[in-house]
């Protein structure tokens, strides 16, 4: 059935989709379990929406799931496509709860498409995930899951409705030692590759050439560099060479959400950026002095004082009401001069930012007193390394919260550069990989603004500090 739609033209009567290549494959394949891996734009999460939209209408009271690594990252990249490009914005599947608190696309024949994050606003939704069964499971971004949570998923495929049960999942590539990639060479998963020629968007297959839109979004991956455009350009399972944290292994690092406990030390570290993004990054000391990165601003084209007012928000500085308003203590919306200050401020002990004259000005006349960095590269590099190893009890000290973003960039998310600091590790080289004295200046600005958190945590300069 699969087969002849695909053939035919009729995977999804009115919607314009043609499959081609790995897209194509992705789509008519049975096995257990399916990769689908490609550079960005190549379409893989379109065909993989389009099975489930597909194997829903024609497998009545089957049960399908939209899974990925967090419930908040879904959201904004599958439904956003499974609404607006499968099933199309006025369908009656759109209706009810926006796409934030959808948990269900409930069909007229009586199937079921579930999403969910194996991780909600710092929950472990895991188990309740787990607890149900399903014919067809779509895992986004794969390469955020661990081997464990894979395993886990296929033993949900038993549903028996559709003729086959499959986990298919998507992903860019990422190193070739990633456990995932190790599960394809060693035959367990199977591994379909896309390119940019598979999407009709992009690729004219009857004059061979490129579309207008797609010369214009190929021109932009092409101004792409080093490890990411390997793998976001061409497709390639590389790992950069000359990469400075070598131990950064996002399995590790990368952590759950949990709640801040109230005890622990907190401390703002900020990188200037206009053109370049402007990195503001939340770090938080536990008692064992281990350092835990739990909120960031990384935004380009937004000036110092327009940044103050945001800290301002996240830091709970003002009462606000639902949509941001300043308000007073009866909840009535008042202008800056009546503004009321918050039982709830978070205390944060200091703000150590970069060297701009300007920029610190602008941050002190706004209330966010700060202290110059310590910006000494070599020194600070060594210390970043020293925390992502290992210590004594097997655990490294230094962590980055998951989902810790507070907005995303949709500029730099088109030019498919980093969106926050844990996407620029894999990229941050030397400049020369036999001296390995400087580091390459690109992407580098989240790692920046790291190094100057360990280097006030761990530096050893003593500092006249002023709380803020």
Known sequence: MLVDAVLQGTINPGRKFAPRGGAARALVGTLPEELIAGPAGTGKSRACLEKVH?????????????VRKTRESLTESALLTYERDVLGTEHPLCQGPNRQNRHSYRYPNGSEVIVAGLKTSGRDTTEKVMSTEYDFVYAQEAIELTIDEIERLTTRLRGGIVPFQQLLMDCNPSSA???????????????TESRHEDNPKLWDAERSCWTPFGEQYIAKLDRLTGVRLQRLRFGRWVQAEGVIYEDWNEAVHLVDRFEI????????????GYTNPFVCQWW?????????RYRELYHTQRTVRAHCEQIKRLE????TNEDGDYVDEKGTVVDEAHRVMSPERERIEVAVCDHDAEDRATLDENGLGVMPADKRVSVGIQKVQERLQPAGDGKPRLFYLRD?????DR???DKRLPL?????????IWANKSTKEEPVKENDHGMDTTRYAVMYQDGGVTWNVTTC
């Not at 597909?54 to 939209?66: E, V």
């Not at 938080?284 to 835990?292: P, Q, S």
């Not at 810790?404 to 995303?408: M, T």
């Open 284 to 292: 938080a000391v536990d008692d064992d002095g281990r350092l835990w």
């Open 54 to 66: 597909f194997l829903a209408n024609h497998y009545p009271g089957m049960r399908a799931l939209i």
């Open 177 to 191: 030692t990633h456990p995932l990639k190790r599960r394809c060479d060693a035959g367990i998963t199977f591994l």
């Open 411 to 413: 500029d730099l998310d």
């Open 316 to 319: 709970r500085w003002y009462l």
């Open 404 to 408: 810790s973003l507070v907005e995303v």
């Open 420 to 428: 926050c600091t844990e996407q620029e590790y894999d990229g941050y």
């Open 261 to 272: 406990p109230l005890g622990w030390r907190r401390f703002r570290v900020v990188d200037f």
